[in-house]
């Protein structure tokens, strides 16, 4: 825990709109989830897997549990008999949150980390027995679609002067992204309450008591051109979750450097101790003896929890829905923050789950005042409503793998300026050039997938990239 100045009077608390305010459409719920999908399509995860799992059942898995999420929407699970009464909770928050539509039509409308309830409810009696894996291979997922092959952690070349000036200008910044941008960005201190792409999970982190301990033993599973899959983010449906699992850390902390002062100035008490503590766990044991001879390694991650606990001043947030992570305005109610300015946008919320003071800011009031709108686009292209237009239209769908309709397909290609669909067409066509020429059903399907996985790293549905490929404008 890193004490911050009572003094001080602004900070910030930052969640992925700012990503998508400046990344756009790539870093959406959407997007991500199309983004794994693809890359499972493509084989991408079979060495991650190493082969227990294939892209067909990765896609098999999240097309199928299209229905649970449906399932739940309708009332079917309240009765759920199971008796953790976190799932019992994430059920009724999930059916809150979503009570304003009737059902879920695409997978990637379901939100990130809803997935992992999805999971967990439809598993058969021995799922126990396999949860942790089956959570750890989602986890891995989820990390490298956000990722977007490294493509997220330069977002920050988008952020202007202003932009930089404003962030700065904060006495301490929190976020909930995994990114690094803002470090980049202003070249200080952020504090990532769940974790962070830069640091590796405790397990698989040589500068960490456990990692270095597994780095010796030769348990390390980490696979080197996956690092952003082993960071230490914590991801779970259940935000209270997340906090229990960074106090378990925190307490581990606290645990470990009271047996190294005990160590140095009562040998005695530190063996009883010792003793205490692993009587049940030799690996507790083990640990212990680590950190005595290694001082230097760091014990655990900390989430900065403690830090968003004890916070003065006024708090601002960007980004966040008021909808998720409870756990954290919990925290934020636990702290001495005097007012809270929430930045919505849309329209704003009813109400904050808050006591303390609070106020509703415009947030694209705020980007507009930096010079930092998204720039929008018309480009005021027509295209016929013929017989054969419409078969036109249905081959981009087959072609994409998704299904939607011609005027979305239509409004979409419309947003996007010719010099940006220029350079994609160009890129996909360089690598079709790469393909051998197959009349293999199976090798089309990996060819047509790789091209839309170039429309889905820009944030754009591979239906219009297709239409643009088609498009004689853009063939130069």
Known sequence: MIFINQKQKKSVLLGNGVNIQFGGKAYSNK????????????????????????????????????????????????????????????????????????KFEHYYDIPLEDWFLLLRLHSNKDFENTWKSAKRGLEWMILDGIYNDGRLQEVYHKMNKSVK????????????????????LTHKTVYHLHGDYSVLADSENPEVVQGFWNTQKGKIVMSSAYPQCYCNALLNFCGQQKYREAQTNWQNI???????????TDIDAFKKRRAELGMNSPVVTQIIDTYIAHPELKIASDYHFMEL????????????SPQN??????????????????????QPPKK???????????????????????????????????????????????????????????????????????????EANNLRNTFEKSRNEEDFDKQAIMVSKIALREGISPQVLFLFIIDNKFKR
């Open 325 to 346: 992570d409870s756990h954290i305005f919990s925290c934020i109610e636990k702290s001495s923050v005097e007012k809270v300015n929430f930045y919505y946008y849309g």
């Open 309 to 320: 606990e004890n916070l003065s001043g006024e708090l601002d947030i960007i980004g966040l």
């Open 31 to 102: 997007f991500i989830l199309s983004r794994i999908v693809a890359n499972a399509r493509c084989d991408k995860y079979d060495d991650l897997f190493e082969g227990t799992l294939s892209g067909k059942e990765i896609e098999k898995l999240f097309r199928g549990l299209l229905p649970t999420a449906n399932d739940i929407l309708d009332g079917k699970y309240d009765e759920y008999s199971i008796d953790k009464k976190e799932i019992k909770e994430a059920i009724e928050e999930f059916k809150a949150q979503n009570a304003w539509r009737s």
């Open 165 to 184: 000036r404003f962030f700065k200008s904060y006495d301490t910044i929190f976020t909930l992204n995994y990114d690094n941008n803002i470090e980049f």
């Open 352 to 426: 904050l789950p808050l006591t303390k003071p609070y106020e509703f800011k415009d947030i694209e009031k705020l980007w507009k005042s930096l010079g930092s709108e998204a720039p929008k686009y018309n480009c005021n292209r027509k295209y016929p409503n013929t017989e054969g237009a419409k078969k036109v239209f249905e081959c981009l769908n087959v072609l994409s793998f998704e299904r939607i309709s011609k005027d979305e397909i239509e409004k979409e290609a419309n947003e996007i300026p010719d010099f940006i669909a220029i350079s994609l067409c160009k």
């Open 254 to 264: 606290q645990t470990l450097q009271h047996l190294r002062k005990l160590y140095e």
